[in-house]
Every structure is written in C-alpha cells, then in structure tokens.
C-alpha cells in the first residue's frame, strides 16, 4: 500500500512539473522591445523575421533586435540568425507566443542560430524547434531554448533524419542551453535518427518528460557529449531522467549526466536508459547523483553494451525502492582503466545489479573498482549478480570494501 502512494505522488509530481512548463510557455513576453531584423548583405530592414527570411539568399546573415513574435519557417536556405542586444532588450528572442512552434527548419543545409532566446512554443513536434529534411541546426555563444512545450516529442527541439544523404544534426555550442522545456517525449531535445552533439559547456537541463527521455529522447541516432557538456536537472515519469537512448551514445571528456530523475512508481534509469543500444563513457566523463524509483538510479541498460573506460565515473546515484543504484544491466557491461562505481545505494545490488541473463557479463580489467556502494536490504553491496558472469581480468580490481560487503563470485578472464 505505501508503494502505491509513493508512486501515485511522484507521478504527480511528474504531472505538475510538465503542467507548469505548459503555463510557463503561455505566459507573454513582457515589455518587450519591437522586432528588428537586418540582412547584412543587402541592408534591408524589417519589422518581421518570416519576411527577412522569405526576401533572403542561401548563406545570408539577419541581425536580430528586440523580440520577434510567432512563427518563422526556413525551407531549403542556409541562414545565420544572429542576435544583436540593445539597452531596451538585451536578450534579442524568438517567441512563439504560446501558439506555434516558433521555428519551423525544412531545410538540407545549415541553419545558425547566435546569442538567441528561443521561447513560449508550442507544437506537436518541437514545441520551440522542429527541424526536418536533414539539415543541421546549430546553436552557437548564449543561444538558449526556453520554456517550450510539445504534446508529442522535443518539447525544446525536435530533428528528424532526411534522406540517406542528410543525416540531420543538431549541434550545441559554447554555453548555449535548451532548458526548462516540456514534452511527452523529450523534454528537452527529441532526435528521430539524428545525431545531437553537445560541445563546449553547452547544456540541456531542467526539462520535463511525462514518459521518456526528460533531457533527451534519442530514437536510434547518435548522441555525442564532449568537454565540459551536461545533462542535468531533466525529469522524466517514466524511463530515463536525463536521456533515453535507442542508438549510440557517448560521454567524452568531463561531461556529465547528473541529478536527473526518473519518478514513477517503476522508474527506469534516472540518468540514462539505454535499451539495445551502446553507451560509452570515456575520459573524465561522469553520471552521478541521479535517481530512479526502481532500476538503475545511473544507468540502466537492457539489451546494451555499457562500457567504462579511462577515469569515468558512475557515483552517487539511488535506486530509491528498488535495485542498481548504480547499474542495473541486462547485457555486457565492461570496466577499463581507472574507471569506478562508488557511493550509490538501493536495496539490492547498491553499484551494479545483474539481472537475470545467462549470457550477461561483467568484466573488471585494469585497475576499475567498484567500492563504497550500499544495498539496505543486505544483499550484493557492490554487486549483486542473479544470472550471469563476472570476471575480473586484473589484480588491480578492486571490489570492495562495500556495504554488506559480500562480493559476487568471479571467475578468471576469459
């Protein structure tokens, strides 16, 4: 009975977080500077964005002042979108007015958008951006994607693949962030195919998903975080807090993946879910402080091949009633280097649970460790293994000192 009051309040919760992103978006603009847009190369100035755009050649630049209000559509031109602050508006924005989404990108070449708000849209598919035909969509200096909703995916941004030949991309660059946005699925970003990168110390945080994928939602594309890029903050009701993933993804550097959660009654994967797919962290790179209300409060990964390598780190993470408060896998996890699992918690299998697949396996190679972990139900501290193989390649291993302390048994390299 407790369980079922715990999980109708966080799926509240859940509720009025993607409510209250809704309301944010209708709210309008206030004292907002009027809409100035000028094309660098011909001079011409308008009080319009859709008719600097229509009037515009491929590779031309439109400096924006002020806020520029409903929806704007770029089919088939390659166009750098810049703002340019003034003393009435310092943060030249694109507003949807809580009616349309506000950029509408059909298009197989590049879009830039620079030092840019992105707010108050709404649509089916990327409530601030949808971008489809395969082109690429860049977000460079302090471009933020603000308090936009979808009802169906990309609450922030939507990108779907185009032809063989246009693969779609979506960039992130320097500091600019897609936050605070609300989706079914996708708070933040939802990618069809497409690959998302995140460089620089760019952001995707605080987003909603009622079902999947708070940060990201990424259907069978490739993910890519690099330097000093996060996911953090998102929620999701379902499965995947910070990023839901179907295809390829991979923390290089010292990026990170931090404080996401995943709340309903059977969360999945507070930082990341992955199913048949492949996660990489490399470098740095760490998931930590997440949580799930089930399984795996880092990381869960059904299906997937879950690599460590370097000095990656999965820490500090809580499977709050249930099990992996660091990992729970169903498929091959491999620990390389230095990497670690360390300080997280759940009932059973407080760093890594097994679950049950005979050909399931954990290896432990250089001098990886899983240490410090804690299973308040008393059993698999570090690991808990109910239906595979775990094999230590190195005497550097380190499982243990743990919480029960009991490690698995572990059989020699293969």
Avoid: W
Wanted: a neutral charge.
């Amino acid at each position: 009975m407790a369980r079922v009051g715990h999980r109708s309040f966080v799926s509240s919760l859940a509720v009025l977080a993607l409510l209250g992103a809704a309301l944010l978006a209708s709210v309008p603009p206030a004292s907002a500077a009027a809409c100035s847009v000028q094309n660098v190369r011909t001079g011409a100035i308008t009080d319009t964005l859709q008719v600097a755009v229509d009037a515009s050649e491929k590779g031309d630049t439109l400096l924006i002042q002020g806020t520029c209000i409903g929806r704007t559509a770029i089919r088939d031109k390659a166009l750098h979108l810049k703002g340019v602050p003034t003393t009435a508006q310092p943060t030249p924005t694109l507003d949807g007015d809580g009616a349309t989404s506000v950029l509408a990108i059909d298009s197989s070449r590049v879009v830039v958008l620079r030092n840019l708000t992105v707010t108050h849209g709404r649509g089916r598919y990327g409530g601030g951006i949808r971008v489809v035909g395969g082109g690429a969509l860049s977000l460079k200096g302090h471009t933020s994607v603000f308090g936009n909703t979808s009802g169906g995916s990309g609450g922030g941004i939507y990108i779907k693949k185009g032809s063989s030949a246009h693969s779609g991309t979506l960039t992130l660059n320097d500091s600019s962030s897609v936050t605070g946005n609300a989706a079914a699925f996708g708070g933040g970003i939802s990618s069809s195919h497409a690959d998302t990168t995140l460089n620089g110390s760019s952001s995707v945080s605080g987003n909603t998903a009622t079902f999947g994928g708070g940060g990201i939602d990424n259907g069978s594309g490739i993910v890519t975080l690099n330097g000093s890029s996060s996911v953090s903050g998102n929620t999701a009701g379902g499965r995947g807090g910070g990023i839901y993933n179907l295809g390829t993804l991979t923390l290089n550097g010292t990026s990170s993946v931090s404080e996401n959660a995943a709340t309903y009654g059977d969360g999945d994967g507070g930082g990341i879910f992955t199913y048949y797919g492949t996660l990489t962290l490399n470098g740095s790179s760490s998931v930590s402080e997440n949580a799930a209300t089930y399984r795996g409060g880092a990381i869960f990964s059904y299906g997937s091949t879950l690599t460590l390598n370097d000095s990656s780190a999965v820490t500090g993470n809580t499977a709050l009633t249930g099990v992996g408060g660091g990992i729970y896998t169903f498929g091959a996890l491999t620990l390389n280097g230095s990497s670690s699992v360390s300080g997280n918690t759940a009932e059973h299998g407080g760093g890594i649970y097994m679950g049950y697949n005979p050909r399931g396996a954990l290896t432990l190679n250089g001098s990886s460790s899983v240490t410090g972990n804690t299973a308040t139900k008393g059993f698999g501290g570090g690991i808990r293994n109910v239906g595979g193989s775990v094999y230590v390649c190195s005497d550097l291993v380190a499982i243990g000192p743990n919480d029960p302390d009991d490690p698995p048994e572990t059989l020699p390299c293969p």
